[in-house]
């Protein structure tokens, strides 16, 4: 809950962000138009080459797990088999991401409804198991129970962990030019998904907690699945079918967004303008879906996807703190900029308090893993120098996938020409 809590705190300053800069690409359209191109393409390198592929990695794994569970019920699925029925997956929506906005976007939302259904039974089931008298794993003395007192820092990194769970609060603002009317709809959508996301998050998890103990739970490969297994009796092939479809809608989403980023940056002159080209007749970012999908199965073929979720959940955060202090200092930097919406000063103050709490202790007990996330971004340094703040560059890389006959439009900005390459 606290997680959701301080989610919602950043959605606040998002939707301010996103109605006074209604650029698509989030964060990086933000810091970019705030803080200038080098700290702009510093976010942008580290989403494009671990973020969004890691955490796409992860989704599809998730899906492959899930299938593949009833096949293999006493052991783990093998790992040629989960990375095989993953790629199948990643390469199946992005051609439908390719052929199609509308396609993406109404597999979007029949999985979403699929998703909230199958949650909306856990809790279902939870609440009827709680009726039973059946929620000893939920009393205070065993669910505060501890086998060794966590560490402030110990309690950081779950909150670092928590974020990952929540990543997705700021999706839509990477594509607000391609949402109806985005002063009006983008901060409704953020002002009923939080609450939404939240309150069904919360109440599964207790849900769980009145059939599996804190120790099963941890050893579970598939917790929905050992769910359905102790309380739905026949009907237990449900939960395998409904979380594989929510994590096919959840890689459906993050495509989407992904390839939208890729898309933005490459309009900005800070990748190269092959991804800022659209398909003239289906009006989607092609290259930029192709690039994700391979960023992403060239992830899943190193196999440390669990390992890199740590410095994911680093990044990610570190990225939302840069963002929201960035609406801070756009306050102070252009004051009289109309802003249809306004949040509390004490709403981006009280984030920046907790995300400095928790980055600070994050690094005093895991220093390696932040350290590694810290010189992933970095790594973006001399490239930027290299490829975008270098402007005498040789004419073999001054026109690097310069234009593209055929099939492809480049978009251009209001100005009307084409923004440099990379």
């Known amino acids: 809950m606290l997680g959701g809590g301080i989610a919602g705190l950043g959605s606040l300053c998002y939707a301010e962000l996103g109605v006074t800069i209604p650029k698509s690409g989030g964060d990086y359209s933000y810091v970019t138009e705030i803080f200038g191109g080098l700290v702009g393409f510093l976010l942008l390198w580290s989403a494009v080459l671990i973020m969004y592929p890691t955490t796409l990695a992860v989704i599809a794994l998730t899906f492959s797990n899930y299938v ?11 790992y040629t088999a989960t990375r095989t029925l ?37 809790i279902v089931v939870g609440l009827v198991q709680i009726c039973k008298g059946h929620y000893e794993a939920l009393s205070p003395q065993v669910a505060f129970e501890f086998w ?6 110990q309690i950081a990194l779950a909150f670092l962990q928590a974020s990952f769970a929540f990543s997705g609060w700021n999706f839509l603002n990477y594509v607000t030019e391609e949402v109806v009317e985005p002063r009006r709809n983008l901060p409704r959508a953020i002002y009923i998904s939080i609450p939404l996301v939240t309150f069904v998050y919360t109440f599964t998890n207790i849900a769980y907690f009145t059939a599996m103990s804190p120790e099963e ?25 409904s979380v594989a479809l929510s994590t096919f809608g959840g ?17 900005e002159g800070h990748l190269p303008s092959l991804l800022a080209m659209i398909h003239f007749k289906n009006c989607t970012p092609i290259p930029a879906l192709l690039v994700c999908c391979a960023a992403t199965i060239v992830i899943l073929c190193i196999g440390e996807t669990h390992t890199l979720i740590n410095y994911v959940s680093f990044i990610n955060y570190l990225s939302y703190g840069v963002t929201i202090a960035g609406l801070l200092f756009f306050r102070w930097k252009k004051p009289k900029l109309h802003r249809p919406i306004k949040v509390n000063l004490l709403v981006p103050v009280l984030y920046l308090i907790f995300w400095a709490f928790l980055l600070v202790f994050s ?14 971004i970095l790594t973006g340094v001399p490239v930027y120098f290299l490829g975008v703040h270098w402007k005498k560059k040789p004419k073999c890389l001054d026109t690097f996938i310069g234009k593209q006959p055929g099939l492809f439009t480049p978009v251009r900005d209001t100005v009307g020409h084409i923004h440099k390459t990379f």
């Not at 990643?90 to 909230?116: E, M, P």
């Not at 739970?217 to 079918?241: E, H, R, W, Y």
């Open 68 to 78: 593949l569970q009833p096949v293999f019920p006493d052991c783990v699925p093998p």
């Open 86 to 122: 993953s790629t199948v997956c990643l390469l199946f929506l992005t051609w439908v991401n390719c052929s199609s906005v509308r396609w993406a976007t109404r597999i979007q939302d029949v999985f979403t409804i699929g998703k909230l259904l199958a949650l909306g039974l856990i």
């Open 148 to 153: 060794k007192t966590p560490s402030v820092g």
């Open 217 to 241: 739970l941890l050893t579970s490969n598939a917790v929905a699945v050992t769910f359905g297994q102790k309380l739905l009796g026949m009907f237990s092939s449900i939960m395998p079918i």
């Open 251 to 267: 890689i459906n989403g993050y495509l989407f967004t992904s390839s939208r980023l890729c898309f933005s940056g490459a309009r």
């Open 363 to 376: 690094f005093y007990t895991e220093p390696v893993v932040c350290g590694i996330g810290l010189i992933i």
